[in-house]
């Protein structure tokens, strides 16, 4: 079992910043691969970035590419997603989520954090 908690969403303006934290306990926190999620109001989850336990490998969706980035720190048991050039469209609630093998669908991760709220005004 893990417990995840994330932190540090908010209001931002257009072409603002926010870095985004999820805090684990529990399980062996990094053995697990971690993926930082997001939905919008009337849209599916969809995929943001992910990273290997090892913090070697790393993925990103294409609409958040050179403007996110993930990162762990595997003695604080936290991931973190550093989010600049924000965009109106980037608004959405951001999950992060553990799952035991590397991978990029939603439906692939075991545990969930409850969200945290970012919203970015034009």
């Known amino acids: 079992q893990v417990q995840l908690v994330e932190s540090g969403g908010g209001l931002v303006q257009a072409g603002g910043s926010l870095k985004l934290s999820c805090a684990a306990s529990g399980d062996t926190f990094s053995s697990y691969t971690m993926g930082w999620f997001r939905q919008a109001p009337g849209k599916e989850r969809s995929v943001v970035a992910v990273i290997s336990w090892s913090g070697s490998s790393t993925y990103y969706a294409d609409s958040v590419k050179g403007r996110f980035t993930i990162s762990r720190d595997n003695a604080k048991n936290t991931v973190y997603l550093q989010t600049d050039s924000l965009m109106p469209e980037d608004t959405a609630v951001y999950y992060c989520?553990?799952?035991?093998?590397?991978?990029?669908?939603?439906?692939?991760?075991?545990?969930w954090g409850q969200g945290t709220q970012v919203t970015v005004s034009s």
């Open positions: 989520a553990a799952a035991r093998k590397w991978a990029t669908r939603h439906q692939a991760y075991d545990y």
